[in-house]
């Protein structure tokens, strides 16, 4: 007759299989360091340079805010600092004068052909002077100060980043008006986008708080994300956060994932298993893992006779032969075969009731293997 079309899975041998898992959880990427970028003034945005998905470094110019005021500011303090440098310069002219008078008018006062008011006069006049000299001094160092704040403020029409990462979201056009404070109006944005280091990735898992004792910092995991359910990412538990959820009655986890793949982005959903610790010294596990509906249980036995072993059919050049096997641990869809199978076996998953040992089949396309 013709073949039987069935579908199989490959064996998965138990030694390279890894630790079993103790637990599952759910939760999602987050990123550690994330920062809506925006400027230290207010004012009106000339040029934004950045665009969604853009990767840039640290101090890159993320956009320009106009900065016709803050250069005209730093015009009238640099005039400022021009003007009482000119004036510091008159008084200490002025001081040498009055210092040359008063040294001619003692010369005089000694040969005692001028009176000592005069020379009063002349002392009065010189410490006049030394004192505007001071208060001329200092008020250079303050002009000086006011230009200093002054380019620091046309600095600041310049917005860079604070660290490199990944631009996510771009607020701001040309033409608005940008506040680092919340304005009142509808009309003033405070960033000019988000920035996400990529490299501060990590999970944030809700595990249940009946199993949070199963959980320890460093044990390892493995992560699947929701979008590419086909790729376990190894990593490790960092942190249990401690506090609970009281309406979900979870304690929340923290995960590092040990691959910094950009396929890895925030907010994406992922599904962790919390593995066992492995012992260096235990022996390695035999036999391989098979789906659970590859198994074909015995039928009971009648009363007197020795009951069957379960047992699973293996694709052999085209045909079903059908292997006693002992059985071990289940675990998510599994079951361990601890003898008749050692790994890489094609079984045939779900059999016909009525396939024999021997009988020519045709496979389809491979079901996915049940994954732990």
């Known amino acids: 007759g013709r073949p039987t079309p069935v579908e199989t899975a490959e064996a998965r041998s138990a030694a390279e299989a ?37 990767r840039v470094e640290q101090g890159d110019v993320l956009a320009r805010l106009d900065p ?23 008084a200490q002219a002025q001081l040498r004068l009055a210092e040359a008078t008063l040294a001619r008018q003692q010369e005089l006062v000694a040969r005692q052909l001028t009176s000592k008011a005069a020379l009063d006069a002349a002392k009065a006049d010189r410490d006049a ?42 607020a701001a056009q040309p033409g608005e008006m940008i506040s680092p404070v919340s304005a009142g109006g509808g009309f003033t944005r405070t960033g000019i986008g988000t920035l996400v280091d990529m490299d501060s990735l990590e999970v944030n898992v809700d595990v249940n708080e009946a199993f949070i004792g199963r959980v320890q910092p460093k044990m390892p995991i493995n992560a699947v994300l929701n979008a590419y359910p086909d790729w376990t990412i190894p990593g490790s538990v960092i942190a249990i956060v401690p506090t609970a959820d009281r309406t979900k009655a979870t304690v929340k986890v923290r995960i590092a994932l040990d691959s910094k793949d950009p ?70 869809a599994e079951r361990l075969v601890t003898a008749g199978l050692s790994g890489g076996e094609a079984v045939i998953v779900a059999p016909p009731k009525n396939l024999a040992d021997g009988a020519r ?5 491979p079901a996915a293997a049940g994954r732990r």
Do not use: C, H, W, Y
């Open 18 to 54: 890894g630790p079993p898992t103790l637990l599952d959880a759910s939760g999602f990427v987050t990123a550690r360091r994330i920062a809506t970028v925006s400027s230290q003034i207010t004012g009106r945005v000339a040029e934004v340079l950045i665009e969604e998905g853009q």
């Open 68 to 90: 016709v005021d803050a250069k005209a500011r730093l015009e009238l303090q640099t005039a400022q600092v021009a003007s009482t440098e000119s004036q510091l310069a008159e």
């Open 129 to 170: 002077l030394a004192a505007r000299l001071t208060t001329l001094r200092k008020s250079v160092q303050v002009a000086r100060d006011q230009r200093q704040l002054a380019a620091i403020g046309l600095d600041q029409t310049e917005i860079r980043a604070p660290f490199s990462g990944v631009i996510v979201a771009k």
């Open 263 to 332: 396929r890895i982005v925030p907010d994406m959903g992922v599904r962790v298993s919390f593995l066992a610790p492995v012992d260096a010294d235990a022996p390695k596990p035999t036999g391989a893992f098979v789906p659970e509906a590859a198994i074909v249980q015995p039928a009971p036995a009648a009363e007197g006779e020795e009951a069957g072993r379960p047992a699973v059919f293996v694709v052999e050049d085209g045909a079903a032969k059908r292997v006693e096997v002992s059985l071990g641990e289940e675990a998510n």
């Open 361 to 365: 089949v045709a496979v389809k396309a």
